[in-house]
C-alpha cells in the first residue's frame, strides 16, 4: 500500500518530547492496533517497521542506501 502524506511534527510535556501521528490507513492495512510494538529505524530516515515485516524494511533500507548490500 503505497502513499504520500505530508505531516507535521508535534510536541508534549514539559520536556518538549516530539511526536508524529501515524496515518490510520497505513496502521490498519499493516494491522497495527493501539499498544502495537513497532521497530524504529533511523539513519537520517526513520522507517517505522510492523511486527513481521523485518524483510521489507531491509529491503527498504537497502534501496535507500543505493541498491542490495
Known amino acids: 500500500m503505497a ?4 505531516r507535521r511534527i508535534g510536541e508534549i ?3 518538549k ?3 508524529l501521528i501515524l496515518p490510520k490507513t ?3 492495512g499493516s494491522g497495527l492496533a493501539k ?3 513497532v521497530t524504529v529505524l ?5 522507517v ?3 511486527p513481521g515485516m523485518r524483510s521489507a524494511a531491509g529491503r ?3 534501496a535507500l542506501h543505493g541498491g542490495p548490500r
Not at 502513499?3 to 505530508?6: L, N
Not at 533511523?42 to 526513520?46: F, K
Open 13 to 15: 510535556g514539559s520536556a
Open 3 to 6: 502513499a504520500k502524506e505530508s
Open 26 to 28: 497505513w496502521c490498519d
Open 48 to 50: 517505522v517497521v510492523p
Open 35 to 37: 499498544g502495537t510494538e
Open 60 to 62: 527498504i533500507l537497502a
Open 42 to 46: 533511523s539513519d537520517g530516515v526513520l
Open 17 to 19: 518530547s516530539r511526536y
